[in-house]
């Protein structure tokens, strides 16, 4: 049986100690200003895409890795008679997933398996941890893609926007609304279904009651989450989460919390100070 070489994109949203620790190997996307493109998380980060932002007035266009770029690095480890596994960014957000699939086929039948995890940011870390999982355990690469699509649904990915600026930005809410959301102090909180982004509440409140709101709601219902994992990711708001999970950790429930940052295709679409929750229902 083969050796396994896990594959993700820039979107996993995995601390890098563990990207590094587990050996997985990270395609990135692209964040492009006008004629300039940059690597996501490579040579670009959050801080410096924001100053960009503020400079310009404007949002830049993201975009996915080439079938060239998976083609050139799913090579190396096929030359090295390894199997690969590609965990995707989700097919309904992102042409990824389509370009890795174009790239595996032009190598042997059954050596390369690219899996859609239809979600987003950490949501895709959790399915590429649990391959992980898998992956420690032994099993071939046909088992362990089973084991993970039957993860993908178990999936919830739950964060809050601390302006709607960006998405005003981006075309996908009208100034009225940026307004009010503004004054009144609305904070919208957005979620992943089936591959796809919608809104899925709202909350009123200044960031601290927004956080207390938030942490309480998904504390309410612990009985439904898997205590195998949760990851807590942020957008330039590092003692929110750090707050979080303090919250989560004196429940004594979760085996373990990760804390992690947002790469720059994320914040693009999120904007500063964005806290999430990502984790699998039972």
Same mark, same amino acid.
Not at 86 to 91: E, F, G
Not at 244 to 261: E, N, P, R
């Given at each position: 049986?083969?050796?396994?070489?896990?594959?993700?994109?820039?979107?996993?949203?995995?601390?890098?100690?563990?990207?590094?620790?587990?050996?997985?190997?990270?395609?990135?996307?692209?964040?492009?200003?006008?004629?300039?493109?940059?690597?996501?998380?490579?040579?670009?980060?959050?801080?410096?895409?924001?100053?960009?932002?503020?400079?310009?007035?404007?949002?830049?266009?993201? #975009?996915?890795?080439?079938?060239?770029?998976? /083609?050139? =690095? $799913?090579? *190396?480890?096929?030359? %090295?008679?390894? +199997?690969? !596994?590609?965990?995707?960014?989700?097919?309904?957000?992102?042409? #990824?997933?389509?370009?890795?699939?174009?790239? /595996?086929? =032009? $190598?042997? *039948?059954?050596?390369? %398996?690219?899996? +859609?995890? !239809?979600?987003?940011?950490?949501?895709?870390?959790?399915?590429?941890?649990?391959?992980?999982?898998?992956?420690?355990?032994?099993?071939?690469?046909?088992?362990?893609?089973?084991?993970?699509?039957?993860?993908?649904?178990?999936?919830?990915?739950?964060?809050?926007?601390?302006?709607?600026?960006?998405?005003?930005?981006?075309?996908?809410?009208?100034?009225?609304?940026?307004?009010?959301?503004?004054?009144?102090?609305?904070?919208?909180?957005?979620?992943?279904?089936?591959?796809?982004?919608?809104?899925?509440?709202?909350?009123?409140?200044?960031?601290?009651?927004?956080?207390?709101?938030?942490?309480?709601?998904?504390?309410?219902?612990?009985?439904?989450?898997?205590?195998?994992?949760?990851?807590?990711?942020?957008?330039?708001?590092?003692?929110?989460?750090?707050?979080?999970?303090?919250?989560?950790?004196?429940?004594?429930?979760?085996?373990?919390?990760?804390?992690?940052?947002?790469?720059?295709?994320?914040?693009?679409?999120?904007?500063?100070?964005?806290?999430?929750?990502?984790?699998?229902?039972?």
């Amino acid at each position: 049986m083969r050796r396994i070489k896990l594959f993700t994109d820039s979107t996993c949203d995995l601390p890098a100690e563990v990207l590094k620790q587990k050996g997985i190997v990270v395609i990135p996307l692209y964040v492009n200003f006008g004629t300039e493109s940059y690597k996501d998380n490579v040579d670009i980060k959050p801080a410096g895409l924001f100053v960009k932002v503020k400079e310009s007035g404007k949002l830049p266009m993201t #975009s996915a890795p080439t079938v060239a770029d998976f /083609a050139a =690095q $799913f090579k *190396k480890y096929i030359d %090295q008679d390894m +199997d690969i !596994l590609h965990i995707s960014i989700s097919s309904k957000i992102s042409s #990824s997933y389509q370009n890795a699939c174009t790239a /595996a086929v =032009q $190598f042997p *039948k059954g050596r390369i %398996q690219v899996v +859609d995890s !239809l979600s987003l940011s950490s949501g895709i870390g959790l399915v590429v941890l649990t391959s992980v999982d898998c992956i420690e355990k032994g099993l071939d690469l046909t088992d362990v893609v089973r084991e993970v699509q039957s993860v993908v649904p178990k999936v919830r990915i739950e964060f809050v926007l601390d302006t709607v600026e960006y998405l005003h930005k981006g075309g996908r809410c009208s100034g009225l609304q940026m307004l009010l959301s503004s004054l009144l102090e609305i904070h919208p909180v957005i979620a992943v279904t089936e591959g796809s982004i919608h809104l899925a509440s709202k909350i009123r409140g200044n960031r601290q009651l927004v956080l207390q709101k938030f942490v309480k709601d998904r504390t309410d219902k612990i009985s439904t989450i898997d205590p195998q994992r949760i990851i807590i990711a942020n957008c330039e708001c590092l003692n929110d989460t750090i707050k979080m999970k303090d919250q989560f950790a004196s429940l004594k429930y979760f085996k373990h919390i990760l804390m992690t940052d947002a790469s720059c295709v994320i914040a693009s679409h999120c904007g500063p100070k964005t806290f999430g929750l990502f984790y699998l229902d039972k």
